[in-house]
């Protein structure tokens, strides 16, 4: 691909990132289509495309175009817990939790789905993954991920520790080793500010009862 180099395999990039890059082309857009038609580019949404690595296709990373597509937003729910490896199931759409609107996108890498919180719930337990020591995405961390399928599942109801229980080991079906190292603290943050005042308190009080 004219005027690039590795260093933007796999990245999302903008239109006005691109037309950077060919300065010299008479017609910037023109080219820009040119290279989707060949392949080079993949279009996610209008203005936003990644550059495919031909040679390593497996590096993409999902995460990585959920933070871009729609922002201001971070990875959580079973894509985070899958990342961690904190579920068995295999997880098909990238969802994430935005303050923005709640929006779904299909876009040619699957579907990518974001739930809508406040700002002051957002901030709380965040952390920043690595990709190759060169990019980095957003992620919730394995509490807050907890938290966050708490928050945004439809109808959920519970109402003592038997029933949080239940909840994290057969429906979700997490590790009791794993629910260990939950950090009670950042529970308590998400119920300071969070929905489902309820559900979180019983989770921090089932965390109490068995493991602190």
Same mark, same amino acid.
């Given at each position: $691909? *004219? ?11 903008n239109n006005s ?8 082309? @008479?017609?910037?857009?023109? @080219? ?6 060949n392949g080079e580019? %993949? ?18 990373? @999902?995460?990585? %175009? ?12 079973? #894509? ?29 890498? +699957?579907?990518?789905?974001?739930? #809508? %919180? ?6 709380? +337990?965040? *952390? *920043?993954?690595? %990709?190759?020591? *060169? ?28 029933? $949080? ?30 929905? @489902?005042? +309820? ?14």
């Amino acid at each position: $691909m *004219q005027n690039l180099n590795f260093t933007y395999y796999n990245i999302p990039v903008n239109n006005s990132f691109l037309e950077n890059l060919f300065v010299d082309v @008479k017609y910037p857009k023109d @080219k820009i289509s040119s290279l989707e038609k060949n392949g080079e580019l %993949i279009r996610i949404k209008n203005g936003l495309y990644v550059i495919p690595n031909q040679n390593n296709k497996n590096s993409m990373s @999902k995460e990585l %175009i959920a933070n871009h597509l729609y922002g201001i937003s971070y990875i959580s729910l079973e #894509t985070a817990l899958a990342y961690y490896g904190m579920i068995p199931e295999r997880v098909y759409s990238v969802r994430s939790m935005t303050i923005k609107r709640a929006k779904i996108f299909s876009t040619p890498f +699957g579907n990518f789905e974001y739930n #809508t %919180i406040s700002s002051a719930y957002f901030s709380i +337990g965040l *952390q *920043q993954e690595i %990709i190759e020591n *060169q990019y980095a995405f957003l992620i919730a961390t394995p509490t807050k991920a907890v938290c966050d399928m708490i928050v945004a599942t439809s109808n959920l109801r519970i109402q003592s520790v038997k029933a $949080m229980r239940k909840y994290l080991t057969e429906d979700l079906r997490i590790d009791l080793d794993v629910l260990k190292t939950l950090d009670k603290e950042i529970v308590n943050q998400c119920i300071e500010v969070g929905k @489902k005042k +309820g559900e979180l308190q019983w989770l921090e009080k089932y965390l109490l009862f068995y493991y602190y």
